[in-house]
């Protein structure tokens, strides 16, 4: 059975989930263990500690060693028996979690970053690839809005620089009123956001084509296959099954053009 090297961060008095921890101990249970349900847990990456306890200096973080039996699932493990192996000091923690210099946020890769996630530097915001953003997600610089493109913009979702109101977008190729915080929070978009992925249906050998047949040979003894639906067959089921009233929702987008939705969405619009 293979070592698995992680981190686990603890309450400051080094408990977790109620149970008592103690740097350079040995802890096992006789469990097979399961992720949020029973056994140690920890994160191979000490970044992602932080989905699940606060990036408070406070807390305390240690370096750990799985010697068991270890369950995973995504960014977690568990483990049926774990030695504490180290704390690790915050100004360490604060090393491993970011790739960039001098930053006390969390995952940024560029410099001198308080905000998280940001691959630019000196950003107090978050997920900015510009620099010196207190806004998120910008790509410009010295921005105080979010989604920005260009620089010193107090509104958001500018491609310009020094701007204060947020700009009108083009709805179905030409102007309309809508800002991209209205389409944001719009019913429309809401909906859209439904249309589900990999659906799947059962087809028959009957009903299936002769293109169908060779690429599923199978179906002589099943009796048909199991077909993974393309984007533009999930998005014309999804139509398919809204009421007129959520229909008339989007249809009632600014400058709407069946033709236009159907060649981006590949949604045909009955009439």
Known sequence: MSEVRGYKV????????GFQYEVGKIFEESVKPSCCDRGFHFCE????????????????VAEIIALGDVDSDGTKSCTNKIQIVREIPWDEV???VNTGKDCTGLCNTGNRNTGDCNTGDCNTGNRNTG?????NRNTGDWNTG?????DWNKS?????????????IMLFNKPSDF?????????ARYLLNQISKDVVEWIYSDDMTDEEKVAHPTHETTGGYLKVLDESECGQLWWGSLSEHNKNIIKAIPNFDAAIFEQCTGIK???
Do not use: Q, V
């Open 10 to 17: 603890f309450n400051p008095d080094w408990t977790c989930r």
């Open 45 to 60: 990456k000490a970044s992602d500690c932080f989905s699940y306890y606060p990036f408070n200096s406070e807390n305390k």
């Open 94 to 96: 604060l090393r491993i």
């Open 131 to 135: 620099n010196r953003n207190t806004g």
């Open 146 to 150: 979010d989604w920005n493109t260009g």
């Open 156 to 168: 958001s979702f500018n491609t310009g620089c020094f701007n204060t109101e947020e700009p009108k």
């Open 179 to 187: 800002t991209y915080r209205d389409w944001l929070n719009s019913d």
């Open 269 to 271: 619009i009955d009439d």
